[in-house]
């Protein structure tokens, strides 16, 4: 059975970091892009950032939203996947969300998701 799990969502004043953590088992995680995903009340599910699986390169894509500000990595012996989040803006409040896809391409940015995680909330105060 898979299982995808986020963590390290919190509430943080403006210009502050977080850590989210997503650990994912049941599947073998160097196979799969993993990806971040949020969503604020009343608006559309977005893309944050992906990586590619180590193998293909594991090239990174960031919204543009985000770019410089946000970073992601993969740990594979840890089947864990980190976003740095630096210099938060109220604008980043949202249900942060993990997916893994399992995907060959280096490119990540059209990565399937096939499986979800269920959420952790980022609030940003200001």
């Known amino acids: 059975q898979v299982q995808v799990v986020e963590s390290g969502g919190g509430l943080v004043q403006a210009g502050g970091s977080l850590r989210l953590s997503c650990t994912a088992s049941?599947?073998?995680?160097?196979?799969?892009?993993m990806g971040w995903f949020r969503q604020a009340p009343g608006k559309k599910r977005e893309g944050v950032s992906c990586?590619?699986?180590?193998?293909?390169?594991?090239?990174?894509y960031y919204a543009d939203s985000v770019k410089g500000r946000f970073t992601i990595s993969r740990d594979n012996a840890k089947n864990t996947v980190y976003l740095q989040m630096n210099s938060l803006k109220p604008d980043d409040t949202a249900m942060y969300y993990c997916?893994?896809?399992?995907?060959?391409?280096?490119?990540?940015?059209?990565?399937?998701?096939?499986?979800w995680g269920q959420g952790t909330q980022v609030t940003v105060s200001s």
């Open positions: 997916a893994a896809g399992l995907y060959s391409r280096g490119y990540c940015g059209t990565m399937p998701t096939n499986y």
């Open positions: 990586i590619s699986r180590s193998r293909s390169g594991g090239s990174t």
């Open positions: 049941g599947l073998a995680f160097d196979d799969y892009a």
